[in-house]
């Protein structure tokens, strides 16, 4: 691989459906942390990557992804601006099924998951990464942008409560993140945010609402009616991807984050 790729796709997007110049290219990153896949192809002329954010084959339940070595990979193909979308449960019952809500902040409730920082000690470094402003302010002004342009309904600020999955809440738990500020759930957002954030890679988070959380509906909660949310709303999500990665110049982004020297990255 001789060319660097500046903006990245991760979770819950067809690359197939994407409109891209030429047939993509399917690789696995080796790094430190484990390998990953991903798709290498161009979108209007630019160079994008996809990962697999379960794997190849969607097989790794939330609670088993190797987070670290999707970042890492990340890093290692020269990536500088990360789209990261989610399907999340509302947690009050003002989100729809169907609605974009982009990320302005989160609430880690993982309390199972190993491998959440880069800085564990490992070669002597300790460093506590900030997060005053939990995602990037210039790809969020990149989404709205784009969701303007468009027309595409668009909720510009959002509690994310990451949960280790891989079942649902309950409706006690949904009450309890609701009183909390929590505007969805989801079970892959943290540790990826704070990860990117760490290497040094900016990030936005785009989760689309599939189900109310359980206890607002009387319905039981199905992950077929999560699939059929992400199918509906696919070419929506599809064109307001392709609409900021159209708007944003990646490489022009300035630093963020701690920005820690992974090794083989």
Not at 84 to 95: E, F, S
Not at 153 to 177: K, M, Q
């Amino acid at each position: 691989m001789n060319q660097s790729y500046p903006i990245a796709i991760i979770g819950g997007t067809g690359v197939g459906a994407f409109p891209l110049d030429a047939a993509p290219e399917s690789i696995i990153v080796s790094t430190h942390y484990g390998d990953a896949y991903a798709t290498l192809g161009k979108l209007r002329g630019k160079p994008v990557a996809f990962l697999a954010r379960h794997g190849a084959g969607h097989k790794l339940p939330p609670h088993k992804i190797n987070y670290r070595a999707n970042i890492a990979a990340l890093v290692k193909l020269g990536v500088r601006a990360v789209f990261a979308t989610t399907a999340v449960g509302g947690m009050h019952l003002g989100l729809k099924p169907g609605d974009f809500v982009l990320l302005s902040d989160f609430i880690d409730f993982t309390r199972d998951r190993d491998n959440k920082t880069f800085f564990d000690g490992e070669g002597g470094m300790v460093v506590h990464t900030d997060f005053t402003r939990p995602y990037s302010d210039e790809l969020r002004g990149v989404v709205i942008s784009a969701a303007n342009r468009l027309g595409i309904a668009l909720r510009t600020t959002g509690i994310y409560l990451a949960g280790d999955g891989p079942r649902y809440e309950s409706p006690a738990e949904v009450r309890l993140f609701a009183q909390w500020g929590a505007d969805v759930a989801g079970m892959t957002g943290v540790p990826e945010t704070t990860l990117a954030r760490e290497a040094g890679l900016h990030y936005a988070g785009l989760s689309l609402v599939t189900n109310p959380g359980a206890g607002l509906s009387d319905s039981p909660l199905k992950h077929e009616e999560v699939e059929v949310a992400m199918r509906e709303a696919a070419p929506r999500l599809r064109e307001l991807l392709i609409e900021a990665i159209t708007q944003l110049d990646a490489v022009s982004l300035p630093p963020i984050g701690p920005g820690v020297p992974l090794p083989g990255a």
